[in-house]
């Protein structure tokens, strides 16, 4: 009878543990931010990556500090290189070369950005993995569907 009761109670649970889905990667409810924390975490274990996780939720690697005497504040306009992955390493859009984007300020670029490139200074490389909610959260922009996790290598060349 206890083998029997064992056996159902792991049948039970089976569905549980089945392996993540592409739904991991797409936060539809609050519970979910773990699902895509997680999503996220299998992504730094499947490429071996060595990450520090910020108190916002954003994980990042500095690659070069830069120079530490010029920071950026979110005021500064800065020019960068940068590529910009989902967590399956799909290209979603990249600079291919140096951008100001049109003038725009730090304070306009996502929020994961905002956080990343005040860690590193002119000249620096940072490579950050952004969750949605600091990203662009449930809203698609370009071809960036809504709730998609960030994998972003950027290069801050100069700011004003």
């Not at 003038?103 to 620096?124: F, P």
Request: aromatic share 10%; proline share 4%.
């Amino acid at each position: 009878m206890k083998l029997f009761l064992q056996s159902i109670l792991f049948l039970l649970c089976l569905p549980a543990c089945s392996a993540s889905t592409d739904d991991d990667l797409f936060v539809r409810s609050p519970t979910g931010t773990s699902a895509q924390d997680y999503a996220i975490q299998s992504y730094i274990f499947a490429h071996s990556l060595e990450m520090i996780r910020d108190s916002s939720g954003l994980y990042y690697q500095i690659i070069y500090e830069g120079d530490s005497s010029q920071i950026m504040t979110l005021n500064s306009v800065p020019t960068l290189i940068y590529t910009r992955n989902n967590l399956k390493d799909t290209l979603l859009d990249a600079s291919f070369g140096s951008t100001d984007f049109d003038g725009r300020r730090l304070k306009d670029h996502i929020a994961g950005w905002q956080i990343g490139l005040r860690k590193i200074g002119k000249g620096g490389a940072i490579f950050m993995i952004i969750p949605s909610r600091l990203g662009f959260g449930d809203v698609p922009v370009g071809n960036i569907p809504a709730n998609t996790v960030q994998v972003c290598t950027v290069e801050v060349v100069d700011f004003k």
